[in-house]
C-alpha cells in the first residue's frame, strides 16, 4: 500500500485569521461569588422545580425535537406579545442567531456592479463581542462606531456616515448596551434603520431589566429585526434565542438554521417556565431594585473621590470605571475575597480602567461593597 499523505499543518489549513483568534474564555467560577457573566441569580422554588421535573418526563429523548418547536414558538409569541403578522427564528442563544444571519446575508446592490468586495456587518462600540467575531468566521467585513467617549451615547453622525459609506448588510444594536449598560436614543435608532440598505437587528437581550423595546415597531419598518434571549430572565442553561421579524425575511434565515437546533428537553424547559413566567417576572423585578441599589451604594462609597465612575445602567449589570491604572488590582482583590467579576480593561480602548459587576444577590452585592470598601479605604 502507497504511504498516506502526511497531514497538513494547522497554518496551511486554517484561514490565517482564525489562526490570530483567541478561543472565547469563560473563566472557572468554582466556589466564588459569580458575578461576571450577567446571570440571574435566582434559582426555581424547590415546589416549581419538582414540576418542571415532571414535566421533563413526557420528553421523548429516543426522538429528534420538533424542528420548528412549535409549542415554544406559541408560548413565546403569547408570553413576549409578539406582534401579530411576525415570524419567530430560534437558535441555541443568540450567538446562534447572529450566526444564521451573518452566514444569508448578501452584499446590498449586488449585481449593479458596485458591491463591496464581501458584505459588510456594522456594530457599535465597545459592544457585544461577538458581532464583530461572527462576522470573522463568516467572512464579512467588520466595521465598528466608536460609541461617545464620555457616556457612551449612541454618535449619530458618525453611524449615519459610515452606513453611507459602508452599505451594511448587517447593522446590530444592542438595547441596552452591553457591556456599558445604557440605553441609546430611540429617535436616533429609528434615524439608523431608516437609512440602512440592509437590516437592523436590535439586540434586546437585556428586555427584562428595561421598558424600552422595538418590538412593537415591528413592522414599522421593512428591515427590521428584533433579537432577544430567555437567558437573562433566568433560563441561562437552556440557551435559547429567538429572533422575531417580518415573514420574508425569517423565511430566509431559516434555510440556514441547522436541522433540530433546540433539543427537546431546552423546548419542553422554556414551554414550562414561559408558563409559570410570573415567578421569572419577580425575579427581574428584583433585579431591577436590586440594581439601583447597588448603583447607589457604589456612588456613595466613592463619596465623590473620583475613584469610581458608576455608569448609569438599563441591564442587569454596572459598569464602573476606576482610577487609572487601577482595575487590575480591583479585580484580582475581590478574586481573594472569593468574587468574580468581569475586567474590561485592555478589550476597548473606550473602556480603559473599567470594570463590569453583574447584580447578584443582596447578600452577594453586601460582600462586594465590602470588599470593594476595604480596597479603596486602603487609599
Request: charged letters at 20%.
Amino acid at each position: 500500500m502507497p504511504e498516506p499523505p502526511e497531514t497538513l499543518p494547522p497554518e496551511m489549513l486554517l484561514r490565517p485569521e482564525i489562526q490570530a483568534l483567541s478561543a472565547y474564555h469563560v473563566p472557572d467560577a468554582t466556589g466564588l461569588i459569580k458575578l461576571d457573566a450577567m446571570e440571574n441569580p435566582y434559582g426555581w422554588p424547590n415546589a416549581l422545580r419538582d414540576d418542571w421535573l415532571r414535566a421533563l418526563r413526557d420528553a421523548e429523548l429516543n426522538r429528534y425535537p420538533d424542528p420548528r418547536a412549535g409549542a415554544l414558538q406559541t408560548a413565546l409569541r403569547e408570553a413576549m406579545a409578539i406582534p401579530a403578522g411576525m415570524d419567530l427564528l430560534l437558535g441555541n442563544g443568540s450567538d446562534e442567531l447572529i450566526q444564521m444571519l451573518a452566514l444569508a446575508v448578501a452584499a446590498p446592490g449586488q449585481g449593479t456592479g458596485r458591491e463591496p468586495a464581501r458584505p459588510t456587518l456594522l456594530a457599535l462600540e465597545p459592544g457585544f463581542v461577538m458581532y464583530r467575531m461572527i462576522a470573522l468566521f463568516a467572512g464579512l467585513e467588520y466595521v465598528g462606531v466608536p460609541l461617545n467617549a464620555d457616556d457612551f451615547a449612541l454618535d449619530l453622525d458618525a453611524t449615519l456616515q459610515a452606513i453611507e459609506a459602508h452599505q451594511p448588510a448587517l447593522t446590530f444594536i444592542a438595547y441596552p448596551n452591553n457591556p456599558t449598560g445604557n440605553l441609546f436614543a430611540a429617535d436616533a435608532i429609528e434615524q439608523i434603520i431608516a437609512a440602512s440598505p440592509g437590516l437592523v437587528i436590535v439586540d434586546e437581550a437585556y428586555a427584562p431589566f428595561t421598558d424600552a423595546s422595538f418590538l412593537p415597531r415591528l413592522g414599522d419598518w421593512p428591515n427590521l429585526l428584533v433579537m432577544r434571549t430567555v437567558s437573562k430572565m433566568g433560563l441561562a442553561g437552556l440557551r435559547l434565542g429567538y429572533l422575531a421579524g417580518p415573514p420574508a425575511w425569517i423565511a430566509q434565515f431559516d434555510k440556514v438554521r441547522l436541522p433540530y437546533n433546540v433539543n427537546v428537553l431546552s423546548q419542553a424547559s422554556a414551554v414550562f417556565a414561559l408558563r409559570h413566567r410570573a415567578v421569572l417576572d419577580q425575579q427581574t423585578q428584583a433585579i431591577r431594585r436590586e440594581r439601583e441599589r447597588l448603583a447607589a451604594a457604589l456612588i456613595a462609597l466613592d463619596a465623590g473621590r473620583g475613584r469610581l465612575t458608576v455608569y448609569p445602567s438599563a441591564a442587569n449589570f454596572i459598569l464602573v470605571r476606576t482610577e487609572p491604572g487601577r482595575a487590575s488590582a480591583l479585580f484580582d482583590g475581590l478574586l481573594e475575597h472569593g468574587i468574580l467579576i468581569k475586567t474590561l480593561d485592555g478589550s476597548h480602548p473606550l473602556l480603559a480602567d473599567c470594570l463590569r459587576l453583574t447584580v447578584g444577590l443582596p447578600e452577594e452585592n453586601a460582600k462586594l461593597l465590602e470588599a470593594l470598601a476595604a480596597m479603596i479605604g486602603r487609599r
